[in-house]
């Protein structure tokens, strides 16, 4: 069956045509050492990187305090948090893949000016710093959770990285690739002077440059790339990577991964930014770890062992607000002036986005209790009536008003389930969707097919950012979770509606 389908691809035709610059890596010498200028091109460059990683990690933390300062709701937290990948896929989807701001133009420009032979390791450095941004971020939202309109610090502390940049960006040259493609030889070879080994053969660098940038004007249109079946193949393989890298939930996880912490019973919102940084964490070294296995195990390996993972790490988070639900406290009070607001334990109480579940005494020792109507001008941290609409009950500790929460002895669960998903996400699923994209087109469709794919991927991490909060609240929270899951699952299993087509990609990386 396997093979049977990977036969309707014309064998003719390969996937990837081999650029004139990739048939010369074997012929670049290996340099032992390198100008200080290339390392401070690389170190400016990544620093866009950072931003970008900073910027949408800052958003989990700061929504948590924005939210109640503004007293916005679920829609205007969605929007605000799809704010930034609005931006960045209608710049991917004007300038293609060589811009989208700086999460776009900082790997292009690192690859034009790295030596070929190190510009595999060079070009992962910018997802080295986008995760280390992410891990900054989240202590910089610890550090200030609990100082008085902390969120302003938290925001306004990504505009230093980005006037460092913005001042060294007066010393970066132009790369000598683009300077080529203006017909500017003598510039390009000044640059390269300064950026390469003194026994570097630079002639012989910028003939190869000249013959990929040949190659790339013989770049043909959408028509032309859906007309050749091999290439549509291979377009629908990068398509479904970036889907479900984005399907799979991960900038979900990044985004709210406070408010998921909350949602599993940890009230401390200082404590919840602390627990978000610690899980952001393992993105980062989870980067580091793909590094190391990727040339070890192949890319089709490490793709589906990252499914894989990712899959049972969002199962163990569905399992554990399922069993927050079922065995949550019950009501000892019901609410029998309320119909909306009548139930009999707290995850019924706690379903029901106009109501809260209102008790006394500790939360591993609750005494009373009662499901109470939120009132919205507080931001639902009271109730409108009952004992929790006594903001002085409240603020002394006499009784707790839980809104989307409920009182849990296993939230550790989900704290790990986050870490495990991230631990396995970022070596695999993060990167090889990219990685994967840039290897399996021919020159001539590259520019295309790769605009198509990053579309793909932002407009997908746009609908799930919006859509999350409104999922956990119509379909509860272990139901998104395990919707999230399924849909990996289908992924790595090779059925459902993608059928023979997702065979074909493991087909592709059979021998990888």
């Known amino acids: 069956m396997m093979r049977h389908c990977c036969a309707t691809m014309d064998d003719s035709v390969p996937l990837l045509s081999p650029t004139t610059e990739g048939s010369t890596m074997g012929e670049v010498s290996a340099t032992k050492s390198l100008p200080a200028a290339i390392y401070f091109l690389i170190l400016l460059s990544a620093i866009g990187g950072f931003l970008f990683g900073y910027d949408t990690g800052v958003v989990s933390g700061a929504m948590i305090l924005v939210r109640e300062d503004f007293k916005l709701s679920i829609e205007w937290h969605e929007l605000i948090v799809s704010a930034t990948i609005a931006a960045a896929m209608m710049a991917a989807l004007v300038a293609g893949p ?9 790997p292009v420009y690192l690859s034009e000016v790295s030596p070929v032979e190190l510009r595999g390791r060079i070009t992962v450095v910018n997802n080295i710093f986008i995760t280390g941004g992410q891990v900054i971020s989240a202590v910089v939202s610890g550090i200030f959770s609990e100082v008085t309109m902390g969120w302003r610090y938290m925001l306004g502390l990504a505009g230093l990285p980005a006037l460092l940049q913005l001042i060294g960006s007066a010393f970066m040259p ?18 390269l002077e300064k950026i390469r080994p003194k026994d570097a053969d630079l002639i012989n660098e910028i003939e190869v440059m000249k013959a990929a940038l040949a190659e790339d004007t013989n770049q043909r249109g959408l028509r032309e790339v859906l007309s050749s079946a091999p290439v549509r193949q ?3 393989v990068g398509s479904l990577l970036q889907l479900f890298q984005q399907i799979s939930g991960i900038n979900t996880v990044m985004y709210y991964s406070a408010s998921i912490i909350t949602m599993a019973g940890i009230t401390d919102k200082s404590l919840a930014i602390w627990l978000s940084a610690a899980t952001s964490s393992m993105n980062f070294f989870g980067t580091f770890l793909g590094l190391w296995l990727v040339e070890r195990l192949g890319r089709r390996s490490l793709t589906l062992g990252s499914l894989l993972g990712t899959m049972l790490s969002l199962f163990v988070m569905a399992l554990t607000f399922q069993m927050a639900y079922i065995n949550s406290p019950k009501v000892t009070f019901p609410n029998s002036d309320s119909h909306e607001c009548f139930a009999d334990s707290c995850g019924v109480c706690t379903s029901k986005s106009s109501c809260g579940y209102c008790f006394m005494g500790d939360q591993n020792d609750i005494l009373n209790s009662t499901c109470l109507a939120t ?7 009271m109730s409108v009536t009952g004992w929790c609409s006594n903001s002085t009950l409240i603020n002394d500790g006499q009784v707790t008003f839980a809104y989307d929460w409920c009182p849990y002895k296993y939230a550790w669960l989900c704290i790990m389930g ?4 991230l631990l396995c996400f970022s070596p695999g699923m993060g990167p090889m969707p990219w990685t994967i994209n840039s290897e399996i087109y021919p020159g001539w469709a590259r520019a295309t097919c ?6 793909i991927n932002w407009t997908a ?3 799930v950012s919006l859509t999350f909060l409104t999922l956990t609240e119509l379909l509860l929270k272990h139901g998104t979770a395990l919707i999230a899951s399924f849909v990996i699952s289908q992924g790595k299993t090779r059925i459902g509606i993608f059928s023979c087509h997702v065979i074909n990609f493991f087909c592709y990386f059979y021998h990888i």
Do not use: C, H, Q
């Open 418 to 421: 986050l870490a495990i998903y």
């Open 234 to 236: 291979a377009l629908l």
């Open 174 to 191: 132009e790369s000598p690739r683009w300077l080529i493609s203006r017909g500017r030889d003598a510039e390009a070879m000044k640059v």
């Open 450 to 455: 790769t605009s198509i794919t990053t579309s």
């Open 375 to 381: 009132d919205e001008t507080s931001y639902n941290e």
């Open 461 to 463: 991490n746009l609908v």
């Open 98 to 106: 060589a811009s989208g701001f700086a999460s776009m133009a900082v």
